[in-house]
């Protein structure tokens, strides 16, 4: 893989920012918090996306912006790819929205989780890290930031061995042995559990014997009790029918009782309506007498009206003007005072490099001074002038609120008028209504003299119904007890039959169980005393092999680096850097800042390197990226800096610093200059 060129838009420091990157080494140079560590970040946001911990949508967009873009082209295998994220704020958290990839011109819109699978896909990177320490490799092969790598040097050996195994690709043997000892413990609880499973089967089948003799009494009981049931069921239904014929006259009479409620009803509704009318023609007859009509002259108001709002919208416009002036006049005095400040603390000229005289400093802020004197008088006559038109366009305001308080009052009276109208012609339905309901009254009353005698000649219905369904229920009840010792029977036949039918699958399930107890108690032994050894001893092997090569290329980084006999490193078995000086262990902690920084990036890397011989394939093989990798370094270890960069080979290395001396053995610098919170890159 090479990186090609970056495209940053709101991203941090940088507003609309190409950068291109050739091949060979380049130094991005600059002052600290010049923005060149950004440049990194956006590199791996692009690639990976946002990652919990490392790189988040907060840090990235530039603050106020709420849109942010980063494009990377590169060259994998000689496809062109061009990678575009974009990041948007909604509320208080910047989230990554959905990215474009283009391979060879051929555009495709992703998901933020599509682009990160296809790019891993891109890079060859194993298929078992796409579902977990999705961009490890990257992080320990392309670019860690420095004060990472001193992290896991610093780690406890359990956290730094976890994040290796990962790393190496070997942790799947921990898991293999973990996940072993779960199925161990599992196999040994199965065999226990089997184990008491076919102990009893001699009783179990005696008590299923049992069980079928009680059925066979239960059967018999039943065929005794079924003629009752059936003798009883004739009677009651000879009186259901009777019951029927009565249940249909009472329905008549149902009927006839709901038609007179249903009179009685819209009688009472008729009564009540016509009293509710002859409320309603007194209250309107009050009303249509106590009106008088309006004499306000509707014309002359609208035109008064309409002349104020000309005069206010005119005056509106003046103090606008007025407005626009003042600012402009502000906006002048600001940037004389800017310019006069700017010049005093001016010593060279940033054309020509000439150092700036104190008579041309004098004249141009005697030329500003009076350009804001000048503006000073002019604002101060602007705002006698705008005290004048704001109290003239209050008092029309005010004038034109009277106006328009006459005119909505004229409305309300109108509006009055023609409600008059409505209620006269409202008075006279009501009068009409109150006739009709007259005769309705009278025609319901007569309805329900009729339906009264009715129900009077069918009182004794309710007494013969009542009597037969006290005979229906007694009938029932006996039934029902006889039913009650049935149902008893059938459901204890019921539970022996569930019984015997569970007695029997146990019986079957324990002579299963015995044979899958010699099954679980060979494999739990092959397991225990085979299996959990060779995984053991394979994972030793590999981390045997990779420990000898990680140590071998540590100690030969740190010997180039440091070129000091006095000084060694190398590995313990849990990867911990031991550090001896003059024979004796020292603690990293206290060596000094370009030992601390020796030992970090020898170990970044051999760790570079091993990676890059165990996972064969990776697209990201020829490139590295170091982060400030010089911090306490001598000038003499600058210069074995530049011989290691020389024996790695890559064909693209890229080093964020800001030490002036990298720039004489890189093949290409871009300088990155920050100013007033934006950066550029020269």
């Keep these: 893989m090479k990186i090609k060129r970056i495209k940053l838009k709101n991203i941090r420091s940088y507003v609309d920012e190409e950068i291109k990157f050739p091949e060979g080494s380049t130094l991005l140079s600059g002052d600290i918090g010049a923005g060149k560590s950004t440049i990194l970040l956006s590199m791996d946001f692009a690639l990976f996306g946002l990652q919990k911990g490392n790189i988040t949508g907060n840090s990235l967009l530039r603050s106020g912006e709420n849109n942010g873009i980063v494009e ?162 004739e009677i009651i239904d000879a009186k259901k029918n009777a019951l029927n014929n009565i249940e249909n006259n009472m329905k008549e009479l149902q009927k006839t009782k709901e038609e007179h409620y249903k009179i009685n009803i819209e009688l009472e509704n008729n009564i009540r309506q016509k009293e509710k009318n002859n409320n309603e023609i007194e209250t309107i007859d009050k009303e249509v007498k106590e009106h008088k009509e309006s004499d306000i002259d509707i014309e002359d108001i609208n035109n008064k009206i309409k002349l104020k709002e000309s005069y206010i919208d005119t005056s509106e416009k003046e103090i606008n003007e007025i407005n626009n002036e003042l600012s402009i006049l502000k906006n002048t005095m600001e940037n004389s005072e800017k310019l006069k400040n700017k010049i005093i603390e001016l010593e060279n000229c940033p054309t020509c490099q000439q150092k700036v005289s104190e008579d041309h400093k004098s004249m141009i802020k005697n030329t500003e001074d009076n350009k804001i004197r000048e503006c000073n008088e002019r604002i101060n006559l602007i705002l006698i002038n705008k005290k004048e038109k704001e109290e003239t366009l209050n008092n029309l305001k005010l004038e034109l609120n009277n106006l328009k308080d006459i005119k909505k009052n004229y409305e309300i009276e109108l509006i009055k008028s023609d409600n008059i109208l409505g209620k006269k012609e409202k008075l006279r339905n009501l009068i009409n209504e109150n006739n009709e309901l007259n005769n309705k009254i009278m025609l319901l009353k007569k309805q329900k003299e009729e339906i009264d005698i009715k129900i009077k000649n069918s009182e004794n219905l309710e007494n013969d119904y009542q009597n037969i369904r006290k005979e229906i229920e007694d009938l029932n009840e006996n039934k029902k007890e006889i039913e009650i010792k049935k149902g008893s029977i059938e459901k204890e036949i019921s539970l022996l039959k569930r019984n015997i039918l569970e007695l029997e699958n146990e019986i079957m ?142 064909k693209q290395i890229i080093i964020v610093s800001h030490d002036p001396k990298i720039e004489t053995f890189v093949d290409n610098i871009i300088k990155i200059n920050k100013e007033e919170h934006m950066s550029k890159a020269l």
């Design 72 to 233: 990377l082209e590169l060259d994998i295998d000689g496809n062109n790819i061009i990678v575009r994220r974009t990041l948007k704020k909604e509320g208080n958290k910047v989230m990554q929205s959905s990215g474009e990839l283009m391979i060879n011109n051929e555009k495709r819109e992703m998901t933020a989780t599509e682009l990160k699978l296809k790019i891993l896909d891109l890079l060859n990177y194993p298929k078992e890290l796409l579902t977990k320490s999705k961009s490890l490799i990257y992080r320990y092969t392309v670019y860690t930031p420095q004060e990472e790598m001193k992290q896991i040097l610093m780690a406890d050996k359990d956290s730094r061995l976890d994040i290796l195994r990962k790393i190496f690709g070997i942790d799947k043997y921990k898991r293999i042995k973990d996940n072993s000892k779960i199925y161990i413990q599992h196999l040994k609880g199965k065999k226990k559990e089997l184990e008491g499973m076919f102990s009893d089967i001699i009783e179990k089948k005696g008590l299923k014997e049992e069980r079928e003799k009680e059925l066979e009494k239960l059967n018999e009981s039943i065929s005794e009790i079924l003629p009752k049931i059936s003798g009883l069921d």
């Design 509 to 650: 399930k324990k002579e299963k169980a015995k044979k899958k107890f010699v099954k679980y108690s060979k494999l739990h032994n092959w397991m225990d005393e085979e299996f959990f050894n060779l995984v053991d001893n394979m994972e030793k092997q590999i981390m045997f092999k990779v420990h000898n090569d990680f140590n071998s290329l540590f100690e030969r980084w740190f010997d180039i680096l440091m070129n000091n006999e006095i000084i060694k490193v190398r590995l313990d078995e849990e990867f911990t850097p031991i550090i001896q000086q003059n024979g004796y262990d020292v603690d990293y902690e206290y060596i000094s800042g370009g030992e601390r920084t020796s030992a970090a990036l020898s170990y970044r890397l051999a760790l570079n390197q091993v990676i890059n011989n165990i996972i064969s394939g990776i697209k990201t093989r020829d490139i590295l990226i170091l982060d400030e990798p010089t911090d306490g370094f001598s000038s003499e270890q600058l210069d074995r800096l530049r011989d290691v960069l020389n024996e790695l080979n890559l």
